[in-house]
């Protein structure tokens, strides 16, 4: 089932066995319509179907729900399932969350442009239509249930998957199906009171976790098709470089494992009969690469060009200020390092075009495969695999037109792996970026004057180079200056702006995106304005905390669990920060000691969210740790690096990671407020950095305002000895 | 080259390069995916597998080394039901995106083989594998409780 359309997707019957389907139309949770689908009594549906609506109920009871957000991590596949279960009111133990194709009605209410995981809205964006689309699909079984019973619906009830008949009869929503999926579904559904919520807000296991265990899910890499061949790749090295010569083709073609030698623009390609063998051919290729007339630069250059951004721009006067800072933040690209490298699986025919991908980004995905098929998009099925790993990465689509062109010229299904060195030296690269501050304390220690001036690359003006320089000299870079713009401590005088700097180099979101450099700018910031004023750098921030009840209840939960006030072992050190992202306040403590050869044990962390209404408060506390852990890796050592327009890290020993003996215990607590999801997944990432720095400097009276702690020579990190 | 060898307890013959890693003969010839590639360069361990019982990182070894030896894999790990790290894994949620937990399972599961009673300070050690999601905390966790049920399982 390629094709797509509504007035199609309306008329469509049974392609796919028996049972109810739900279907939410449009996707705007506002404007959502809910149709049932009739289903002649096939056999159940399988597994590769696509599915169309949010809801299918087999006639055994089976309850398949469509998830349009990817799986890399962060449990959605088992949270969205959890909306509707709720309001459909059935035994979890049955949901199965089947990955959506490409289609309207599954786009991200929160996400525009279409189906794309990112943000932190997964769960924020779907918290609406998939309860809805439970509670819709409930509605229908129980006037289905009264027609047989001939008895009206406010006499019946349901539970865990049946309905309930007054008088103890029971049917189940399998024997129901059938006849629901015949009844016209109602135009509004009320939905449950969260008093009377069974699975939402509780630590629900993941169904994803059993077979994680056992290696059993399929990622990218793990797709197999009938006839499928292997491809390996090499880019020019430089990110403005091309092939300009494969000196040995001819006889690398003539290998008997060899199926084809696919020469691109920027890229060259083995496809092979087993990928190792395709790499070591590709291995065995005499390339030679340029980047004659383009830019090629190294990373000494593109500071420079940074720091010349901020000082022809020029400074504000602080005269007359008796306690201010000038000074300049900075912090250097940096990649994903996803643990699975980047892949992708293509069969294209004339007509048709299927691709089996980790991708954030289902719409683009399509998109691209269809350009390079060259075939209409309604012809490209997007069949999402299990990512390992994304992080922003995956929202990309370079992986995707590779692996359709290779196909399409091999004419057989083709599998795409990247090495690791490749995915390291070709990836989308958070923005370098020096970021100076100009900030004036007045008589009652309150930063009067916050002028914040930053030098970056622009991700989005990276990404859509059509939009005129002007429409970013009136809006500035508001993805970079996420985060930034409206810090709570700058309460008079304020200028936060951005100069946009073309680096030349590759861009994309980074987990936290702009808030993964601006929470270590303002949390250092301020740390550093508090002690100018003398001030304990918990209370100091609470002073600008009035308006802002989530931050300062954020910060009083982290003071108790941290125990803020108490007197710690000898040597041993605090530092806190507060960040606001993706509408979730997070805030943390760390706690750590430095030795006199700068060994830094890292002795615990303490973390606070308040993440609006909690879905699972289990996989919240698993974003929590993960995102720490990935901002300590940013920290402490993480840092892309260009010689001659190409990067010189390769993988995990030049590009190093956090591992397990670096990462201490992380107390985490969950605070609730208001009554729907906001973000989770990167929002634990933005204050780790000024958390660690402020320590650091407590620790050493020695400020570190540029990334990564390696530079200043924090170089060896541990966890401290109690785990209890 | 024929290899012969012993795959999560059973004979196994096969046609291949004897220069290519067994981690692509596992996952290209036996179509046994659980093992990942991460790094091809033995740095992450997302491959690790048992050989003759020891943990290896099986994307830099060739897989000539396997004849006549004994080779288990995640597939192979449980015999017949799931290995009480597999147990630990599901009752502390340690996945996230879960494309380095076979591997990590396996160096686990070489530990416990070697030390029933791991110290905290010994997991720090021992467990080189990288994961990229922060599972670190949990896979500890893990691992205690493992280590736990098989002890109690003892007499």
Known sequence: ?724 | MKLKFTLNGEATSVEADGEMPILWLLRDVLALQGTKFGCGMGQCGACTVHLEGQAMRSCVVPCQVLEGRSLTTIEGLGSGRLHPLQEAWIAEEVPQCGYCQPGQIMAAAALLAREPNPTDAMISEQMTNLCRCGTYPRIRRGIHRAAKALRDEKP
């Open chain 1, 1 to 724: 089932m390629n094709h797509f359309s509504r007035r199609h997707f309306l008329k469509l019957t049974a392609s796919f066995g028996a049972g109810l389907v739900v279907a939410a139309a449009g996707g705007c949770s506002s404007h959502v319509v809910f149709i049932a689908r009739s289903r002649t009594p096939e056999p159940s549906p399988r597994d590769e179907d696509p599915m169309l609506g949010w809801v299918l109920i087999t006639p055994e009871g089976d309850v398949r729900v469509a998830v349009a957000s990817s799986e890399m991590g962060q449990g959605v596949y088992s949270n969205l399932a959890m909306l509707v279960a709720e309001e459909l009111d059935v035994d979890f133990a049955r949901v199965r969350p089947v990955p959506a194709p490409v289609a309207k009605q599954f786009s991200n209410p929160k996400m525009f442009g279409g189906q794309i995981t990112g943000g932190s809205t997964s769960t924020a964006g779907y918290w609406q239509p998939m309860r809805e689309a439970g509670a819709t699909a409930r509605a229908l079984l129980l006037k289905a249930a009264a027609a047989r019973w001939n008895v009206s619906v406010d006499q019946l009830k349901t539970d865990q998957g049946q309905v309930l008949h007054p008088n103890g009869k029971r049917l189940s929503y399998g024997e129901l199906a059938q006849e629901a999926s015949q009844l016209d579904p109602p135009w509004s559904v009320k939905l449950k009171s969260p008093k009377s919520f069974r699975l939402i807000g509780q630590p629900v296991p993941r169904s994803d976790t059993p077979p994680k265990t056992r290696g059993e899910p399929i990622f990218g890499v793990d797709v197999r098709r009938p006839n499928m061949v292997h491809a390996a790749i090499r880019h020019a090295p430089a990110f403005q470089g091309q092939v300009k010569k494969v000196v040995n083709q001819k006889a690398i073609e003539k290998r008997p494992e060899v199926l084809a030698v696919i020469v691109a623009e920027r890229w060259v390609a083995v496809v092979a009969t087993h990928w190792w063998q395709a790499q070591r051919a590709l291995d065995a290729l005499e390339l030679v690469f340029t980047t004659e007339g383009r830019p090629a630069p190294s990373t000494s250059d593109q500071r420079l060009i940074l720091l010349k951004a901020l000082d022809d721009h020029g400074k504000r006067d602080l005269k007359g200020e008796k306690r201010a800072l000038d000074l300049e933040y900075e912090v250097p690209f940096l990649d994903h390092a996803t643990m699975s490298p980047m892949n992708c699986t293509a069969h294209v025919t004339d007509t048709s075009c299927d691709v089996w991908v980790p991708t954030q980004a289902q719409t683009a995905s399509r998109a691209a495969a269809a350009e390079a098929a060259g075939l209409d998009s309604d012809q490209v099925q997007i069949h999402t695999t299990y990512l390992g790993g994304g992080f922003g990465r995956r929202s990309e689509t370079d992986f995707v037109t590779q692996a359709v062109t290779i196909a399409k010229k091999v004419k057989r299904p083709v599998k795409l792996i990247w090495t690791r060195s490749e995915t390291t030296q070709h990836g989308a690269y958070r923005p370098a970026v020096i970021s100076r501050f100009q900030v004036a304390l007045d008589e009652e220690n309150r930063p009067h004057r916050w002028y914040n001036q930053m030098a970056m690359p622009n991700i989005f003006a990276f990404k859509q180079p059509k939009i005129p320089d002007f429409v970013w000299g009136m809006t500035g870079d508001f993805i970079g200056l996420d985060g930034a713009k409206n810090p709570p401590y700058a309460t008079g005088s304020k200028d936060v702006d951005s100069l946009g700097v073309d680096l030349h180099t590759p861009l994309g979101y980074w987990r936290a995106v702009g808030h993964s450099h601006n929470g270590f700018f303002v949390e250092c910031v301020v740390d550093e304005l508090a002690h100018l004023a003398g001030e304990d750098p918990v209370a100091f921030r609470r002073r600008f905390y009035d308006d802002h009840p989530r931050h300062r209840a954020v910060l009083d939960a982290l003071d108790n669990l941290a125990k803020w006030s108490q007197p710690r072992p000898k040597g041993h050190h605090l530092g806190v920060a507060v960040h606001e992202s993706f509408g979730s306040v997070v805030g943390q403590v760390v706690e750590l000691s430095v030795s006199a050869q700068k060994v830094v044990t890292l002795h615990r962390i303490w973390c606070v969210i308040d993440c609006g209404f909690v879905v699972n408060p289990d996989t919240v506390k698993s974003q929590m740790e993960g995102g720490i852990v990935y901002g300590l890796s940013a920290a402490t050592r993480g840092e892309i690096t260009l010689k001659d327009g190409a990067v010189e890290q390769s993988s995990f020993h030049d590009y190093p990671i956090m591992s397990m003996h670096e990462i201490p215990p992380i107390d985490i607590k969950i605070l609730t407020s208001g009554d729907s999801p906001t973000g989770v997944g990167e929002t634990s990432l933005p204050p780790i950095a000024p958390a660690v720095a402020n320590a650091l400097f407590h620790a050493t009276q020695q400020r570190i305002r540029r990334l990564p702690f390696s530079r200043a020579g924090f170089s060896q990190w541990r966890a401290g000895p109690d785990f209890s």
